[in-house]
């Protein structure tokens, strides 16, 4: 097996005939956040705005709170580095560990995120309501425009939408990466939050909980199901929860008052 100009040479089997073709495979690549001259993380990540993925991780994490924390942001992806520096010093407790790796897998990253969690997730108080309908037309709007995994069939796919349409969409490997990807471009853009929706296709942990609350927005619509201790948080924390998204098919799981009869 060898990669060619394009794409990756493999041999399919259909039935007991093997056929040799060209497959297209989703690119993972690590990118380490230096701060203020300092090794912070190492993130493993799909190569496409990297920019919203550096803003949206950072202020997932505390770091910053709007862009106006960074004074500079470079991305050296031939290199694998993100070079940020802030208007500020950073308390050096976010320091005191060992190098942190983040991988795909949000499982081994769970130390990571509740570091910081109690001090960056917001209670959210948003008064948005949306129809099944409206649940149903966002998701399949999301996987049509998902050219990325009908190529790869493995990435995950986020989008910030309001109930009349989808505003845009970021893909990575990492469901995480994905979210945070949405979070920086909000940041950017100074998107208010307060009548969005975020549409998903990954499993619902309670990481992405979390990170759906500290971006703000109240209505989380999933191709996939949750954990109990997602649904705990969304419940604690006021967030609608609805997955398993298929078709004209849905489960609610917390705070159905969002989901209104049209």
Known sequence: ??????????????ENISIHKKDTLAVESPLTIQLNGNEFATLV?????LEDLVCGFLASEGIIYTLDDIQELSVDMERG???????????????DHSKRFIGSCCGKSRQFYFKSDI??????????TITPSTCYKLMNRM?????IFQQTGNMHNAALCTVDKVL??????????????????ILTD???????????SGRISS?????????????????????????????????????FIRGERMNVYSHPERIVNG
């Not at 990540?45 to 705005?49: A, T």
């Not at 927005?217 to 967030?239: E, F, M, R, Y």
């Open 1 to 14: 097996m060898r990669i060619t100009h394009d794409g990756w040479e493999i041999i399919r089997y259909e």
């Open 45 to 49: 990540c799909s190569p496409s705005h």
């Open 81 to 95: 580095f993100a070079h940020v520096t802030l208007n500020r010093v950073i308390d050096p407790s976010h320091f």
């Open 119 to 128: 001090r960056t997730a917001k209670t959210i108080k948003h008064l948005l």
């Open 143 to 147: 996987q049509a425009m998902s050219d």
């Open 168 to 185: 845009f969409m970021r893909h990575d490997i990492g469901r995480h990466n994905a979210l945070d990807k949405i979070y920086g471009k």
């Open 190 to 200: 100074h998107i208010s939050v307060r009548d969005k929706i975020i549409v998903f």
């Open 207 to 243: 990481e992405v909980l979390l990170k759906i609350s500290k971006i703000g927005v109240g209505i989380l619509l999933s191709k996939s199901a949750p954990t109990d201790l997602a649904i705990k948080l969304a419940n604690d924390l006021g967030i609608t929860v609805a997955g």
